[in-house]
């Protein structure tokens, strides 16, 4: 949960190295009435597949999952995305957390034991299908 909001299609990337909140997710968190301020911070991010994104900034909002809370500092980016967030080192770093991609899971320790976290076979599925929508999209010819 993010700022007490649940939020499917989250990727855990061990090869980012900053922790993103896609603008459109936080359009629909709705947190216009919290404390939570986004201080602008436009900063180019590369992607995996070499293209630049400019961050639009930055917020500071709670994240908890198997039961441990942490403040998390999200880039924000105003780009289409199959994900709401990305999770990337400083998260995993923080959380003491292991991404295993071969077991398809997440371990982080607990004050009540370890807590592991397993894949959503369906989101990832829904996952598949919206990116296959979005690129779809951008291939469309443009009129």
Not at 58 to 64: E, Q, S
Not at 83 to 109: F, R
Request: charged share 20%.
């Amino acid at each position: 949960m993010v700022a007490g909001h649940s939020m499917a299609r989250s990727l855990v990337d061990t090869g980012s190295s900053v922790d993103v909140l896609f603008e459109e997710a936080l359009r629909k968190m709705d947190l216009a009435s919290t404390n939570y301020l986004v201080k602008p911070n436009y900063r180019p991010l590369a992607s995996f597949n070499g293209d630049t994104t400019m961050s639009r900034g930055t917020i500071k909002l709670p994240l908890m999952v198997g039961g441990e809370c942490r403040t998390i500092k999200f880039k924000i980016v105003d780009k289409l995305a199959i994900y709401n967030i990305i999770l990337g080192t400083p998260w995993l770093y923080l959380m003491k957390a292991v991404a295993s991609t071969y077991h398809q899971c997440l371990k982080l320790p607990t004050p009540t034991g370890p807590f592991t976290l397993y894949r959503d076979q369906l989101t990832a599925r829904s996952c598949f299908v919206i990116e296959h929508q979005l690129l779809k999209k951008s291939e469309a010819p443009q009129t």
